[in-house]
């Protein structure tokens, strides 16, 4: 008998096996050393090959086995889901721990051993006692098929709900590791690497395809494009040389032209000569004419100038008689203006005599002025009183309007501190809308659906929990589940049942509910108050760190004693171990670590697991509900008090505008009496006033007759100063006659002289006649011939430019003989010339470029062929590869899941109920879907539902998983199994029948090594030869490992058997 010890706790291995060749599966545990790990300082245990059932009591050590296998055979801590970092595996107050798994292999086992430091959590690893690296671990165990991370093979009891939590992908990824042929994950592996190279070569090929089809579409314009371009250049070369012959062919025609009226100057010349010496004579007479002419012309302008300059002077004499007669008239003017005058004061007389004599009947008539005073005295008074009243009015609704503005001020500010409190609140429900769709959206559906409750109904918890200070989320976070953190809480069972059946089974939504218990756990007192543990540096339990709605704080008290779970600082992790030894708390946190105190059943000693916290993640933003609540009613206080000083306003206000009116008709009625008294003072002021003016318009009489002679004197003076002028006038006019007279003489001698020119130039005119026409033609040649010189001279120089010749450079024979079959004459080329140049416009867009990009762009076509042509090759390649890979792994995973299904079918038939499991895809040719679902029914009223994390209770999520392994169990190729304490949710009649199911699968031939730990059995169960049984024990009084002698076991246990007997 193989058996494990270790001081103060034992391991006792019970059951026999004894076959010549070895039953143990290449890859199986055959021997576990502990050292100074988790609880154990020195423990060996030796497993059998087939069913070893690992028994012990909680905290005795079981699950510490499960953490060895895992973590001596390269396992992450994280798989365990106990502690991130790997040393807080090594026992407490050690520096150092080690963990050595013997694995089968024939023909030499290997041994594996790690030793892990807490100093920097580092690890060393040796395989048979030699130094390897993690490398060369992690090939080992591959080689063996050992997969830790694999569910289906390694379940730890942590682990046990995320079975459920894997997707149809996952698992089937999971089950092809564990039971499938080696080269069934290869098959899947490559056909979703073909597949994703199938979808890149598809693309590109669509891709290249697609960019080819453009290509050649544009190369196809291109070509059509260059056949234009090429026609268009014969044009432009039969242009270029047309343009070339135009200007040679335009200067032979000047040229020509230019000898033609040189030759008929010459000869106009010389008739010109001839005419010029007939004429002298004549010319001679004629110019002595004209020099007759000038002297008589040279006469006149003197006698002219003289007669000009003395009318001059009768003009002005003119212009002075004339303003003499307006400076009568102007006399006259005023004369007329003064009598104007005298008449228009004669008629204002008498308009105010008129209206002092009706202002003096109207005083007349008027009574003497009664006394006005009492009554004006009485008003005056009314009046003061009014004016005093609405001087207290102003000021109170100055003080109303000042309070107003005051409240208004901190209404705002109430109103801005609610908004940013509730932008918290929304900053929340976007955090949980983006990590919990679901949640979001049946929390959506609860608000509009609140009248569908009879109690009093709470939102998820991460909304409902209001941290007090941000840094203390993390506690909470850490010690409520997230599951629950997303619950939503309900004071009735009716309720959460109605909730959930609209959001589960009518919308398909994943989200969690809890019931509060009925009676309320919220004020529950702890256990101590939290001043007797300041010494251990703890400052509040866990329930003072937050605030919560009744229901919520009273579930979270029932379900995780919040109210009794205190919080420290780093003072209490330094001094743990006082705390635990000396305190009775289960649960406490420190700065940055939660510990769990468990108290041993038999020897009651404290055991203690750490562990550190995360970070928080739902609970950094909160809300003060106590400030909140306190600004709502201060909100509700000031719109009480505003509505308050709103009516008194208004009264003041009607009561301001009443006092105005009786002031404004007191006011009027103290004008009335004013004007009454005023009024006959006001006429005798009005009459003196007018007797004023009256005077004043008697004393500006004007005397006409003194006005008429003053008038008649200016008149004489000025008629006197015309008569001077007019003599004066007179002797002008005398002067003036003679010159007149010697101005017609003058005119009769040049009339005259112009005759006898005229006549002369008759004479000479009829013979030069000839001689104006003949210069007129020679100049006219002359100009003609320097013209189509110098035309000549430019139409040579633009000739040779344009055939790019230089000044001495001969004339091309090319050109001759281009030449020769062109026009010869400047008509015919251009009518030729204009019609090129009509073909050639016709010809737009057009470039040399446009041949360049035409050969570039067919040479791409041709490259891109080539290119898509071998992608289509190698995308027929990987899709032939597809397909008989495909055929293979199929083959292979229909014939797996067939017997995963058939096992599994029977298991749940044995149990009475329904289950299968079956291949599941999306797409035939998505192979990354490619998935396996689990449908179970448990009930014979209900249909076959999926296997999920939520439509199941724990209990029927347990049973299926363990029967899915051991559906696994019989076609498993992994050398081991692990599922650690899966039994604790199942009812007793479920748990019977599995653990039938579990020692009749494990315990045949050639099975895998199957480890099944639990804290207890029921009793009467069924047991097979083939099975081991591990107890876990501990306590003060056991044997020592060294001193263990399984001989002396062997015969005590034969005395008793025959003691007994």
Not at 113 to 128: K, Q
Request: charged share 30%.
């Amino acid at each position: 008998m193989a058996a494990a010890r270790e001081k103060g706790k034992g391991v006792q291995k019970a059951g026999k096996c004894s076959v010549s060749q070895s039953p143990f599966v290449v890859g199986s545990i055959v021997r576990i050393l502990m050292k100074d790990f988790l609880t154990y300082t020195t423990c060996e245990v030796h497993p059998g090959p087939n069913l070893n059932l690992v028994l012990g009591a909680n905290g005795t050590g079981k699950s510490s086995i499960v953490c060895a296998i895992c973590l001596g055979l390269a396992g992450k801590p994280s798989f365990l889901g106990r502690a991130d970092k790997i040393g807080l595996f090594v026992k407490q107050g050690c520096m150092k721990g080690v963990v050595e798994i013997e694995l089968f292999k024939s023909p030499d086992n290997i041994t594996i051993t790690r030793e892990i430091y807490v100093v920097n959590n580092a690890s060393v690893w040796f395989i048979n006692r030699r130094p390897a690296t993690l490398k060369t671990v992690e090939e080992q165990i591959a080689d063996l098929n050992i997969q830790v991370d694999n569910l289906c093979q390694f379940l730890p009891q942590d682990k046990v709900g995320e079975f459920t939590k894997l997707s149809k992908t996952e698992l089937l990824e999971a089950t092809e590791k564990s039971i499938g042929s080696p080269e069934m994950y290869q098959f899947h592996c490559e056909l979703k690497n073909f597949r994703e190279k199938e979808r890149e070569l598809e693309s590109l090929c669509r891709e290249k395809t697609t960019s080819l089809e453009k290509m050649k579409q544009r190369v196809e314009r291109y070509k059509q494009d260059v056949e234009r371009y090429h026609e268009c250049k014969r044009h432009v070369d039969l242009i270029e040389m047309l343009e070339r012959k135009r200007p040679w062919v335009e200067y032979e025609n000047f040229r020509e032209q230019h000898e033609e009226v040189k030759q008929y100057r010459n000869q106009v010349k010389k008739e010109l000569e001839c005419l010029k010496e007939m004429q002298a004579p004549c010319t001679k007479k004629i110019q002595e004419a004209e020099e007759n002419l000038r002297n008589l012309d040279m006469k006149t302008r003197d006698n002219t100038a003289e007669i000009r300059n003395i009318s001059q002077k009768c003009k002005e004499k003119q212009d002075a008689l004339e303003m003499k007669d307006k400076q009568i008239e102007e006399i006259n003017q005023a004369f007329r203006m003064r009598k104007d005058e005298e008449t228009n004061r004669l008629k204002k007389i008498h308009q105010t005599q008129l209206i002092i004599e009706e202002w003096q009947n109207e005083l007349d008539t008027m009574a003497v002025c009664e006394n006005l005073q009492p009554q004006i005295d009485a008003v005056n008074s009314e009046l003061k009183k009014l004016q005093e009243e609405r001087a207290n009015i102003d000021n109170d609704i100055s003080d109303l309007r000042a309070e107003k503005n005051n409240q208004e001020r901190e209404e705002k500010r109430i109103i801005d501190r609610l908004g940013q409190l509730n932008n918290i609140m929304h900053m929340k429900e976007e955090n949980l809308k983006m990590r919990f769709r679901d949640t979001h959206s049946a929390l959506m559906w609860l608000r509009n659906n609140k009248d569908k409750f009879k109690k009093t109904t709470c939102g998820p918890m991460m909304l409902e929990i209001n941290v007090k200070d941000s840094a203390h989320a993390k506690y909470i976070e850490n010690h409520i589940s997230d599951n629950d953190m997303r619950a939503f809480v309900f004071e009735s069972q009716e309720d959460m049942e109605t909730f959930l059946v609209e959001v589960r089974d009518h919308q398909k939504l994943r989200v969690n509910a809890v019931c509060a218990p009925a009676e309320s756990y919220a004020e529950n007192l702890p256990s101590r108050p939290i001043e007797e543990l300041h010494r251990y540096g703890f400052y509040s339990y866990l329930r003072e760190l937050f605030d919560a709605p009744p229901s919520v704080m009273s579930y979270l008290c029932y379900q995780y004693r919040i109210h009794d779970v205190p919080v420290g600082t780093q003072r209490t992790r330094d001094m743990i171990e006082r705390v635990i030894h000396e305190t009775s708390l289960k649960q406490i946190y420190t700065a940055d670590e939660r510990y769990i105190i468990k108290v041993s059943t038999y020897t009651k000693q404290k055991l203690s697991s750490n562990m550190c916290l995360r970070e928080a993640q739902y609970l950094t933003s909160s809300v003060d509900t106590d400030e909140r609540g306190l600004l709502e009613n201060q909100g509700q206080d000031i719109r009480n008090t505003l509505k308050s000083l709103d009516a008194r306003l208004t009264a003041l206000l009607d009561r301001q505008k009443l006092l105005e009116h009786k002031d404004n008709k007191l006011r009027q009625e103290k004008k009335a009496l004013l004007e009454r008294g005023n009024r006959r003072r006001q006429l005798e002021s009005k009459i003196g006033v007018k007797y004023d003016s009256l005077r004043q318009l008697e004393q500006d009489a004007i005397d006409l007759e003194k006005e008429f002679q003053l008038a008649n004197v200016k008149i004489k003076e000025i008629n006197k100063q015309k008569s001077e002028l007019v003599a004066e006038l007179m002797q002008l006019v005398k002067r003036i006659i003679p010159l007149n007279i010697m101005k017609m003489a003058l005119t009769l001698q040049m009339t005259r002289a112009t005759a006898e020119k005229n006549k002369l130039q008759s004479e000479y005119k009829a013979g030069t006649v000839q001689l104006r026409a003949a210069q007129q033609r020679f100049h006219e040649l002359d100009n003609r011939k320097q013209l189509l010189y110098e035309k000549c001279v430019e139409l040579m120089k633009q000739a040779r430019h344009v055939c790019r010749l230089g000044p001495d450079q001969d004339f091309p024979e090319e050109f001759q003989v281009a030449f020769q079959t062109l026009p010869d004459t400047l008509e015919e080329i251009d009518a030729f010339l204009n019609e090129e140049k009509t073909r050639a416009s016709c010809f737009t867009g057009l470039s040399a470029s446009v041949v360049e990009e035409y050969n570039k762009q067919t040479q791409e076509i041709q490259q891109l062929t080539d290119y898509l042509e071998g992608k289509k090759n190698e995308l027929n390649n990987y899709r032939q590869n597809i397909s008989q890979v495909k055929e293979k792994w199929l083959n292979l995973l229909q014939v797996m899941i067939e017997q995963i299904n058939g096992k599994f079918s029977k298991f749940f038939s044995s149990m009475q109920c329904v289950g299968e499991v079956d291949l599941h895809m999306e797409n035939e040719e998505e192979y990354e879907k490619y998935g396996i679902r689990i449908r179970v029914k448990f009930h014979s009223s209900t249909e076959l539902h999926e296997l999920t994390q939520y439509h199941q209770s724990g209990g029927e999520k347990t049973v299926s998983t363990m029967l899915y392994l051991m559906a696994l169990q019989e076609l498993n190729r992994c050398p081991f199994r692990v599922v650690d304490e899966i039994n604790q949710g199942m009812d007793p009649m479920n748990e019977r029948r599995v653990f039938e199911m579990v020692v009749e699968t494990a315990c045949k031939k050639m099975t895998s090594q199957y480890f099944l730990i639990t804290p207890k059995l029921l009793q009467n169960l069924n047991y097979n030869d083939k099975m081991t049984v591990l107890f876990v024990y501990n306590g003060p009084f056991l044997v020592e490992t060294d001193k263990w002698n399984m001989k002396r076991f062997k015969k005590r246990q034969q005395r008793l058997s025959e003691f007994n007997k």
